[in-house]
């Protein structure tokens, strides 16, 4: 029995057939997984022929391989928009950029990555890769508008910190770390986001360390 999918968000009448073939394909792809994800089910939800979707991607592969890359791409839009807003303070834009993360990631589940890991795991290290990619770039312009404006300590080293939290996410983001914690990867973002920028200690706590330790 295949998985049910998400409902779908009706296309734009002027949309493109490759935007369109990726939006559904991202629906399909998080929902089922790879092993499950299907050229014949794909056509068939986009009323196209198998013979139009070859035209665009080469096949299965090509597809989930671009929607991972769409998506990363999308990602790194939305950081630079948020950080634009001279409006927003960093905890508002910090809040927005999780917000459209939470939602993008809502139907990725860990079955999802296990099953990509075992059926496609040149696609999965291209998750790493664009994470790699992605994370200190984002997270390092994060830290340094903090530090411009007040709101985090400018005695932190931004390339260590940035260090810190991806290769923190790159292990989380496994599967078998889900498995155990019981989090999916949209849970997976708001904890590491928020223990980072807010840490474990609380006012006391911190008054207490920077005693100790702030020498």
């Known amino acids: 029995m295949k998985a049910p999918l998400p409902p779908a968000s009706p296309p734009r009448p002027a949309a493109d057939p490759p935007t369109r073939i990726l939006a559904e394909a991202r629906r399909q792809f998080f929902a089922r997984g790879y092993a499950r994800f299907t050229m014949a089910d794909l056509a068939t939800e986009l009323g196209m022929s198998k013979k139009t979707l070859y035209r665009h991607f080469r096949g299965k592969h090509a597809i989930a391989a671009a929607v991972i890359d769409d998506m ?19 905890a508002e834009k910090l809040r927005g950029f999780l917000g459209g993360m939470m939602e993008r990631f809502a139907e990725l589940t860990p079955a999802t ?4 890991q075992r059926f496609a795991p040149d696609l999965h290290r291209r998750i790493e890769e664009l994470r790699s990619r992605n994370i200190p770039y984002i ?42 914690l019981h989090l999916g990867p949209p849970d997976i973002l708001k904890n590491a986001l928020d223990l980072f920028f807010s840490g ?16």
């Open 72 to 90: 990363a791409a999308e990602i790194r839009r939305d950081a630079e928009a948020v950080l634009r807003d001279r409006r927003l303070t960093l």
């Open 113 to 116: 990555l296990r099953d990509m």
């Open 139 to 180: 997270f390092g312009r994060f830290i340094e508008e903090g530090q411009a404006s007040g709101a985090v300590r400018d005695d932190i080293n931004t390339a260590f910190a940035v260090e810190f939290y991806l290769h923190a996410v790159q292990a989380l983001m496994q599967p078998e770390a889900q498995r155990r």
């Open 200 to 215: 474990l200690l609380t006012s006391a706590g911190r008054k207490e360390h920077e005693k100790l330790f702030s020498r």
